[in-house]
Nanobody, 122 residues
Framework: QVQLVESGGGVVQPGDSLRLACAAS????????MGWFRQAPWKEREFVAR????????DYADSVKGRFTISRDNAKNTAYLQMNSLKPEDTAVYFC???????????????WGQGTQVTVSS
């Protein structure tokens, strides 16, 4: 079992930055692909970014590419999402997820956090 807890969300203005953290416990995350997803009101959960076990392979949704950066620190058992140039359309609950690399390739993750709210408003 892996428990994931997100933090760092808040209310910001367009153009601002936030850094989300995903702290894991119960197991080391070194063997997992880590991902970030988000869900806005009345919308389905959507993929944001993912990072492989050692950070070699990274993917982003087109909507955040160039603005968001996913990273991980396996020694701290934590994954991060640096969000720059935030837009109102980035408003959502952001979820951290961990999954086996094999299943993560088809966007299936084993463990999920409870989410942290990010609100971008002028």
């Amino acid at each position: 079992q892996v428990q994931l807890v997100e933090s760092g969300g808040g209310v910001v203005q367009p153009g601002d930055s936030l850094r989300l953290a995903c702290a894991a416990s119960g197991r080391t995350i070194s063997g997992y692909t880590m991902g970030w997803f988000r869900q806005a009101p009345w919308k389905e959960r959507e993929f944001v970014a993912r990072i492989s076990q050692r950070g070699t392979n990274i993917d982003y949704a087109d909507s955040v590419k160039g603005r968001f950066t996913i990273s991980r620190d396996n020694a701290k058992n934590t994954a991060y999402l640096q969000m720059n140039s935030l837009k109102p359309e980035d408003t959502a609950v952001y979820f951290c997820a961990a999954g086996s690399p094999r299943l993560a390739t088809i966007m299936k993750y084993d463990y999920w956090g409870q989410g942290t709210q990010v609100t971008v408003s002028s």
